[in-house]
C-alpha cells in the first residue's frame, strides 16, 4: 500500500511540473481548477479548468 501511494504521488508531481513546463502558470492554474473541481464536486469549476487548459493546448493551432 506504501508503494502505491509514493508511486501516485511521484506521477501526480511529474505531471504537474510538465504541465508548468510547456504551458507556464496557466496550465498549472488549469490543472488545478479541474482537480479541485472534480474532488469538491463542483462542475463549474472544473469546466472552466477544463476549458483553459483546452486553450492552451490548442493555441498554436489558431
Do not use: K
Not at 496550465?27 to 483553459?52: E, K
Request: zero cysteines; aromatic letters at 4%.
Amino acid at each position: 500500500m506504501q508503494f502505491l501511494t509514493l508511486v501516485s504521488a511521484v506521477l501526480i508531481i511529474t505531471v504537474q511540473q510538465l504541465v508548468e513546463w510547456r504551458f507556464g502558470v496557466a496550465g498549472l492554474i488549469g490543472l488545478l481548477m479541474l482537480t479541485l473541481g472534480i474532488r469538491a464536486n463542483r462542475p463549474g469549476i472544473s469546466s472552466a479548468g477544463a476549458v483553459l487548459l483546452a486553450l492552451l493546448v490548442s493555441r498554436p493551432a489558431l
